[in-house]
């Protein structure tokens, strides 16, 4: 999945399991989030089950791989799923017109 922001911006996401049919589903234990690429960081949430994707300071895209173990027996069966995080330089809002004083003719 390909996420796009600014070097000024964040997002959050949030995980919602669903079975091969699209019915809700369980997570064994929280989600691991890990930025396996790029300099963005992540701010998990509490419940383990989402979290805020921070950009770095350049334009580049960052990989974020999120895990969680959905065999809720005592096996254990994986599911990894990346982000790109796209970051790109932010476009001016303003032209920040500066007037210098005035000068003698």
Request: charged letters at 15%; aromatic letters at 0%; glycine letters at 8%.
């Amino acid at each position: 999945m390909d996420i796009s922001i600014t070097s000024e911006q964040k997002v959050h996401i949030k995980l919602n399991p669903v079975t091969a049919t699209g019915k809700p589903a369980s997570l064994d234990g929280v989600a691991t989030f890990t930025v396996s690429a790029g300099d963005a960081t992540v701010e998990v949430d509490s419940d383990g089950l989402g979290a805020t994707l921070i950009s770095g300071d350049a334009a580049g895209t960052s990989v974020v791989d999120i895990s969680a173990d959905v065999d809720l027996s005592a096996g254990v069966t994986t599911i990894t799923e990346s982000i790109n995080l796209i970051v790109t330089d932010p476009q001016a809002s303003s032209l920040g017109l500066i007037v210098d004083a005035p000068q003698p003719k």
